[in-house]
């Protein structure tokens, strides 16, 4: 019988045990930690990096109690059903949690006898790679054996007084998770120091001490925290612990997207059940939901029904396509239907069958994931400056993600350089942020997108709508900052605008809760910084909420251009939202300015293309065209120039046979190193 989960503690070394509450009584099975599976993990210091088999037998010398028994069992990476015996008997199945921490089981009576006897960890399948260890039992229950005391939270929203969903968090002293017990409930998904609540109650047991306890519900939300302090086991349970959270970012006209989303029980990993997921969707604000399960088309809307969440957010199908060549996530798809083809390696026809099962949204995922060299991008030997690539690679989809927030990424700017590349060679590639969180304390929405709606209803979402909004960019790009470019009141997002859209007063909204602080904000035309917006320091009481019109007088490029915007700020270093990146942004779509006036916005490459067709490419034209342009069209102008020398010197080569293999062979490698990128 599963009791609770328990505090993840990092870097818990081999041998490590913790000190007991109340009753110290403890005996010790297993004093180290164990390496189990197939695969070595060099990342998991505390067991040895190489397995020592796929199950675990060993004995040890009991002690028999009257009455029911607590077993501890400190683990990490438990992604699939492990069997806890103890002579013979099944007891307990192990906890299915990713992180590092100690687990508490209930001991039946009788199953330890005095003097010998023999413990064993046995996998349903042996294909899973676990820690595991610094096992021990003591007699008695649990609440004896750490004076458990019972808190009651209450979480609810400051306006209307309604309860509030939220994620709750709870760290001792040193800002560290602690160990919650009697806390899993229907409402409640629970891991190490974090209850996610859908009625806004969390009812938990703690041991004695002081701890701090936050709610937060979203990066829409205010942060509530309080200070408590729980009595040893003669005294009276505590008081009640009642919190508030209040709206802090009016993001009416749009709604909050996640998609990238994952359960454990159709991903195959992770720890987020279908219906723990139901349950932090609702704790983060997140109101549209994206199911993304690796190669499944995941139905939410039975579990969402089952727990009475369907007016929190509205969900949708989809699928993360996933091939050799890269992840692509799929929306809407139909359930019953059979998932889209993975295992081919030509992007145009793995679009081409994804958009047949009816997917009207094909995102890239993590471009440069797991490295920026190992990546789909790396892969295709991108260049951030033209937006050429090397072989048969094409933008078939309609967006690619920029952040995702369960992927480190040390250089926010490195995605967005690729896609600037992208746009500046024409490619009509939007952009999306999403959390990819597979676990329930990876925060999920955490990365989101906010895309624009007819409606703020969560549960009368359009899904049609937000999708074809999400295609065309009508949508801003989130990791704790809101931003949209406006003109007269409306967001522009992937509009295209007149020559007079400057004068006529485009400007850039940043509004973030009073817990992060926006720094500053760069204005992008074609790529190229065009203006800077430095934001006040330090918290903004209510949270940050400032409209800048755009400097009419900037360095705008004289044709047609693109727009973005990127806010930047700081980032919480909370354990209430665990962040993998130091910082936070806000980005936006881009606007596309049409400055000629023919009705298109045409490309920097586009713009090159006409340029070098109607002047030539001597000496004296490009200098005349290079002068005309921006640096983004220039570099596209350089691009066409030298592919035009290129291709005449390799076709004279050809004639003077140095470029065949009778030819100079320094020339040959010459000519084929210049082989043009697609």
Not at 159 to 182: E, K, N, Q, W
Not at 231 to 238: F, H, I, L
Not at 529 to 558: C, M, S, Y
Request: charged letters at 20%; proline letters at 5%.
């Amino acid at each position: 019988m599963k009791l609770s989960l328990a505090l993840v503690f990092v870097g818990l070394g081999s041998g490590a045990l913790l000190s007991l509450s109340a009753n110290d009584d403890r005996h010790t099975i297993v004093g180290r930690m164990v390496h189990l599976g197939d695969d070595a993990t060099p990342d998991w210091t505390e067991a040895p990096e190489q397995p020592e088999g796929q199950r675990f037998d060993t004995s040890f010398e009991g002690r028999a109690f009257d009455g029911e028994g607590t077993l501890s069992v400190t683990q990490r990476h438990v992604s699939n059903t492990w069997f806890v015996e103890i002579n013979g008997a099944r007891v307990a199945t192990l906890d299915k949690d990713d992180g590092l921490g100690e687990h508490f089981y209930t001991l039946p009576a009788g199953v330890i006898v005095d003097g010998a006897n023999t413990f064993a960890l046995v996998p349903e399948q042996p294909s899973d790679d676990i820690t595991v260890g610094n096992v021990w039992y003591a007699a008695g229950s649990l609440r004896e054996t750490l004076g458990l005391r019972d808190v009651s939270i209450s979480v609810t929203d400051a306006d209307s007084g309604a309860p509030s969903p939220a994620r709750i968090t709870i760290v001792d002293a040193d800002g560290d998770y602690v160990r919650l017990f009697d806390a899993e409930r229907e409402t409640a998904a629970v891991r190490s120091g974090v209850v996610y609540t859908s009625n806004g109650r969390a009812d938990v047991a703690l041991e004695p001490g002081t701890y701090d306890v936050y709610a937060l519900r979203g990066t829409e939300w205010s942060l509530a925290h309080a200070r408590l302090t729980v009595g040893g086991s003669n005294e009276v349970a505590s008081a009640p612990l009642a919190l508030e959270l209040r709206r802090e970012v009016d993001t009416r006209g749009f709604v909050a997207a996640d998609t990238h989303i994952h359960t454990v029980t159709h991903s195959g990993h992770g720890d987020a059940s279908v219906e723990e997921r139901m349950i932090t969707l609702a704790g983060e604000g997140v109101e549209l939901a994206i199911a993304t399960d690796h190669n499944h088309n995941t139905d939410y809307r039975p579990a969402q029904a089952a727990l009475g969440l369907n007016e929190l957010f509205t969900t949708v199908v989809g699928n993360e396509v996933t091939t050799k060549i890269g992840h692509l996530n799929a929306f809407p798809l139909d359930p019953n239907d059979e998932v889209p083809a993975h295992d081919g390696t030509d992007v145009v026809k793995i679009v081409e069958g994804i958009r047949a099962k009816g997917a009207k949204v094909v995102i890239l995922n993590h471009p440069r994931w797991p490295s920026h060299a190992d990546s789909p991008h790396g892969a295709l030997q991108l260049d951030p400056y033209t937006g050429d690539w090397r072989g048969s690679w094409a933008c078939a989809y309609d967006a690619v993600e920029l952040i995702n927030s369960d992927t480190e990424e040390p250089q926010p700017m490195l995605l967005f350089r690729d896609w600037f590349a992208l746009l500046n060679r024409g490619e009509d590639v939007r952009a999306v942020a999403a959390s990819d969180s597979h676990a329930v304390g990876v925060v999920v929405g955490q990365g989101r997108t906010y895309v624009r709606s007819s409606t703020d209803v969560p549960a009368e979402i359009d899904v049609d709508e937000c999708a074809t909004n999400i295609a065309a960019g009508r949508s801003s790009l989130s990791l704790g900052i809101f931003a949209d470019m406006r003109r007269a009141g409306r967001s522009i997002m992937g509009d295209t605008l007149g020559a007079d859209a400057l004068a006529g007063g485009i400007e850039l909204r940043v509004a973030s809760p009073s817990w992060v602080t926006p720094l500053r904000a760069t204005l992008y035309a074609n790529g190229v910084a065009v203006q800077e917006i430095e934001f006040a320091e330090g918290p903004v009481a209510g949270g940050t909420d400032r409209t800048v019109a755009l400097d009419p007088n900037a360095a705008w490029p004289a044709h047609d251009f693109w727009l973005v915007a990127i806010a930047t700020g700081t980032e919480p270093g909370a354990p209430w939202w665990p962040n993998r990146n130091d910082y936070t942004l806000g980005a936006t779509n881009p606007v596309f300015v049409d400055v000629d006036g023919d009705g298109v916005c045409s490309s920097p490459r586009a713009i090159a293309r006409a340029l070098v067709d109607e002047q030539g490419t001597d000496r004296d034209a490009v200098a005349a065209m290079l002068a005309r342009v921006d640096s983004a069209a220039a570099v596209q102008v350089m691009r066409l120039v030298r592919r035009a020398y290129v291709r005449e010197a390799s076709e004279r080569a050809a004639l003077l046979g140095n470029a065949t293999s009778g030819g100079d062979p320094w020339v040959g490698a010459w000519f084929e190193s210049l082989e043009e990128p697609r």
